[in-house]
């Protein structure tokens, strides 16, 4: 198993695959890149709509993705774009027969897992202890684990979110809801309305919201528990937010 991260335009991700599949993974993000980008040139209002917007009829899969998820949603397709991107890598390697594959874009991490994972989410650069689950395995399902913020990144956020994070059944889908979940928490008071937006809507497993400092959750993130920021079983990223992984069994 190895662990490498790539650039590649607004793109940085880091990969955790067998080194037999990370050549896919990466065919994959920059196809879904090149992909995206041609349709951009063509039709720039994907770039900047704050709205859904129905796909055009030579919509390559990528925006499909995007528009159907932020339909979902109710924000813009490009609110969608990071787990998108990442469920491009995972699904190229899946295809060529891997098991285990996580792409982490920037905090949006989209993950098909044979074992089980430690994510951790960092949501502020003074953190001592961050919030900690573990995922998986997955039984060959594609799943997200996205996070948004309205005080770190460059991402839109209409929220004041020190973190956001949903998990859910598509990385599309867990981007998406996280920009929803992260635009409707406003402060502390509003944090119990932020998560019933997302209640009731199946694709989503559950998610976590950190506002002033207070933390709620909605449905039961598996073994939620504090760590170090430092600890040996967590990789810290440099980018805020950030899901943080790190192999719980490497072989």
Not at 144 to 166: D, K, P
Request: negative net charge.
């Amino acid at each position: 198993m190895i662990k490498r991260r790539i650039e590649m335009g607004q793109t940085a991700a880091t990969i955790i695959c067998e080194d037999d599949y990370f050549r896919r993974v990466v065919r994959g993000i920059s196809r879904a890149r090149r992909e995206l980008e041609r349709y951009i040139g063509d039709y720039p209002e994907f770039l900047f709509s704050l709205e859904p917007i129905e796909p055009r009829a030579n919509a390559p899969e990528i925006v499909e993705n995007m528009c159907l998820s932020s339909s979902k949603a109710k924000v813009g397709p490009m609110a969608a774009v990071a787990g998108a991107i990442a469920e491009a890598g995972v699904k190229s390697a899946l295809k060529a027969g891997s098991r285990h594959c996580i792409v982490d874009n920037g905090g949006d991490i989209a993950m098909v897992l044979d074992r089980p994972i430690n994510v951790g989410i960092l949501d502020r650069l003074e953190s001592d202890r961050i919030p900690t689950v573990e995922i998986g395995p997955t039984d060959g399902a594609t799943l997200g684990l996205c996070t948004s913020s309205g005080q770190f990144g460059h991402s839109i956020s209409f929220g004041q979110a020190e973190a956001a994070t949903v998990m859910a059944e598509k990385p599309t889908l867990a981007d998406a809801f996280a920009t929803k979940l992260g635009n409707a928490c406003k402060d502390l008071i509003s944090l119990q309305q932020a998560f019933e937006s997302l209640s009731g809507i199946d694709e989503v497993v559950w998610a976590i919201a950190r506002v002033d400092g207070s933390i709620g959750t909605l449905g039961n993130p598996p073994n939620l528990r504090y760590c170090n920021r430092d600890a040996e079983n967590i990789t810290v990223h440099s980018y805020f937010p950030r899901g943080i992984i790190n192999e719980m069994e490497e072989r």
